[in-house]
Structure formats: C-alpha cells, structure tokens
C-alpha cells in the first residue's frame, strides 16, 4: 500500500494510552490532533470530561521491582512517561503500592496536553477512521458503539469483548473508626490501609447475603467475559465459600490489636485521595444493584453506617483479537499508517495500557519519519507486552504483565526473589540500550 506520511498524527481518544501517544509525538516534534469524545458524549463509567480518567481502582499496583508491573513503571520513568509523571507527582499512602489522587492526576495530564503547543485538542467523537494519514487510535475498554462497528469492519470479525467491575468508594468519616485498624499486610510500609476485621460467624452471614443479593441483568445481547484479575467480588464467591478468604478478603499478614490475632476475614480500605476523606474497598469490584451494596456492604464491620461516594458497577472492555489484525509493531495489518495503543490491543491494566500508548507515538512517529520501526528486547516489560499479544497458538485473552511473559535467565536461580531481580536487572538494562539505540 502506497500511502502519503502527513506531517500531523492524529490520535482517537484521550484516556491514557491516547494521551501517552500524543504527548510522546509531540515531544518528539509532530505535530498532533488528539481527539475525545467527552463532554459531548460520556462512556457509562466515566464522569468527568478530564484527559486519563481513572474509572476503576486509583492503585498503579506494586512499586517494587520484584513485580512485573514495577519494572515497566520503571521503564516507562526511563522513558519520560507523561503518565508517571503526573502518577509519581500525585501519589497518595498505599502501602508498596502506587496509588494516586485521581482527580489531581487527570487534571496534571489534561492541564499538561491542552496546554502543549504541538497538540491540538478537540472535543467531539470521532465515528469513523481518517483515511490517508496516520493514526493512533486509543478508545480504551469503552470504545462506542460505533466505533466498535468500525473496527468490526477493518478486523473482518465480530470484536471481542470481557466485561470489567469497578469497586465503590466511601467516605472516610462515615466509616466506624472504634471497628477498624490501620495496618499493612506484615506491616509492609506504612499503617495505610484501614482493615474491617470478621469473625468466622460475621464471615458467614455476610457470605450469604452476598450470594443471595440482586444483580444487574446483563442484557440480551451480552455475554459476560470476566477478567480474571477483577472479577466481581460475587462472581469470586460462587466458586466456594472459602474462595473470598484466599482473594480479597484474605486476613494473612493482618492482627486485630484489639484481640491481637488474626482475623477470620478482612475487608481492606485503601485511599482514595491524598486528604485521606475518602477510601476504596479493595478488590470489592461488583454488579450488585446499587440498594443491595447498600445493604450487603453494611454488614462488614466499620461500615454499617457508612456513605457511599460512588457504588460499583460493571462496563464493557473491548479488545481486538491482537495476533490476528496487528504487528508487532501495533500496526493494523490491512493498514500500515493505522495504529492501534491501550487496552484495546489485549493487555489489562492501568500501566500495561499506558505502555502501549508510549510504544504506539514512538512507532507512529518514526514511520512518519520513513525511520526503521524497532521492538523492545523480549526481556523488557515493554517487550514481553508485546510477546503476549503477539501469541496466536491460543485463544486470545488479554493479560496484565507478569514474570511468565518474560524469557527465562539463561542460569538456573532458586531463590524466587533473587530471580525476580536477576529478571528486573535484565530488563532495566536491555531497556536502556534500546532507548539509546531508538533515540528515546
């Protein structure tokens, strides 16, 4: 295909990958017309008409190096992330994880693109693919309907999809502060979570009122696909009783000083925003109707009084079958000068999806330019995002990044967490040769 390379990117969404994208351009001198649909018309999770929205959990996940995704926040610092910036610049307690005050956040990155000189902002949905120039396209896990049917077209197949949860946020006051504690699992950092302790007996009431709660109908048409990395906190309990305390109610690590021993189950709450005036019920993603969280949600200690700032609910994710329609590259195969960035290549995850969005303004830039398009080293966070997308010898689920996409080290090391930094080390010193190598 003989296509003219236009001096100006055009980028379709202003989430995070979206925004990532632009301002990797931009910075690298090309000039950009980002597009985003909000205010004009709202996704049903989001609320605000703020650049890099965070419509589910305000936690980046763990900081440590020991973890996948605190390699690639690593890379991406390396890399001059717009994203981590504004995350490391508006980080609130969370422990070892990085959480962020998402209001603060959005508006670090909104005040950061609208006021760049080589993007230009525009607010209205875009329906249909520009023809003839480049583009990034970023609508996220909540791409609109008719976008969707546009990306129906240019795959040749019906779009996948799996449906994601979002977990309610409280008032800090109205929560019961005689019932709960403050602690971190094994005192891990500081004392940043609050912790509502049960007893075996509450445990099992509250079990049963969960599994008998209402929920919201999927319609007709929809055909539930749960990431399993935040499934609703109801779905988690069909699969047994005891499956809660393994997952987002698991007690280990955490002792009651009040009986100086551990909880039978215990419900985390993490901040919200850096005051401290609201929190975020960990792992508590869920389609309840709203006057069943109401009820249900009450009966955990600490919170029988408590307000809610928002409730849960469960919104569609959409992703393109990756191994079938992209390049490595993140190309479209049927179109060269089309580039596809964030969740919707088939990754999870706040960070995983801000990846692709920096890999997709380096890639577009440099095809803009004539330059060769080069993919990070396999044993790079980056890299190994880009294996896991790339795999067609199974169905395609999306996937959050973590060790098992990574090569092994060529020497054999027992020890689990020297491995991990052997793994770490590795990456964060292929990264740099490939920043120095691409110019980044």
């Known amino acids: 295909m003989s296509l003219k390379r236009t001096p100006e990117l055009t980028v379709i969404g202003g989430g995070l990958a979206g925004s990532e994208a632009a301002f990797q351009a931009a910075e690298r001198g090309i000039a950009v017309h980002l597009y985003e ?8 999770a989001h609320k605000t008409d703020q650049l890099a929205e965070l419509v589910c959990s305000n936690s980046l996940r763990s900081e440590e190096r020991t973890h996948a995704v605190g390699v690639l926040k690593e890379e991406m610092r390396r890399a001059g992330s717009l994203i981590m910036q504004a995350a490391d610049a508006h980080r609130v307690p969370a422990g070892s994880a990085h959480a962020v005050d998402r209001e603060r956040f959005a508006a670090h990155i909104t005040r950061t693109i609208s006021g760049h000189p080589r993007i230009r902002l525009t607010r209205q949905e875009v329906t249909d693919i520009p023809e003839g120039k480049a583009v990034v396209l970023a609508t996220g896990p909540l791409t609109s309907d008719w976008m969707a049917e546009t990306i129906t077209r240019l795959t040749g197949s019906t779009h996948l999809h799996f449906y994601d949860a979002i977990a309610p946020i409280l008032e800090a006051e109205s929560v019961d502060s005689a019932k709960v504690f403050a602690a971190s699992r094994y005192d891990k950092g500081g004392a940043d979570y609050l912790n509502c302790p049960m007893s075996e007996e509450e445990y099992e009431r509250f079990y049963e009122a969960l599994m008998a709660g209402e929920k919201v109908p999927a319609e007709a048409f929809e055909e539930p696909k749960y990431f399993e990395g935040c499934m609703p906190v109801e779905v988690l309990a069909e699969r ?55 009820r249900i949600f009450r009966m955990i200690p600490g919170l029988e009084q408590v307000e809610f700032l928002r409730y849960g609910s469960v919104h569609r994710n959409t992703f393109v079958d990756a191994p079938r329609v992209l390049e490595p590259t993140l190309q479209f195969r049927r179109r060269p000068d089309l580039f596809l960035a964030g969740q919707i290549t088939g990754v999870e995850g706040y960070v995983e999806s801000t990846a692709m969005g920096w890999l997709a303004g380096l890639f577009a830039v440099r095809w803009m330019q004539g330059k060769p398009l080069e993919i990070p080293p396999p044993a790079t966070a980056h890299g190994a995002l880009i294996g896991h997308i790339m795999q067609a010898d199974r169905k395609f689920q999306p996937s959050n990044v973590n060790w098992s996409l990574f090569p092994e080290l060529p020497e054999k090391i027992r020890s689990r967490l020297a491995r991990r930094e052997a793994l770490a080390r590795r990456a964060l010193a292929e990264w740099d040769t490939y920043l120095q190598r691409t110019g980044s």
Do not use: S
């Open 240 to 294: 047994g009783k005891g499956t809660l305390l393994f997952g987002p109610m698991k007690p280990v690590g955490l002792t009651d000083p009040r009986t100086n021993a551990q909880p039978h189950g215990v419900v985390q709450l993490r901040k919200e925003n850096r005051e401290g005036t609201a929190y975020n019920m960990v792992g508590f993603q869920t389609k309840l109707k709203y006057p069943e969280q109401d």
């Open 37 to 44: 649909m909000r205010p004009t018309r709202y996704t049903p």
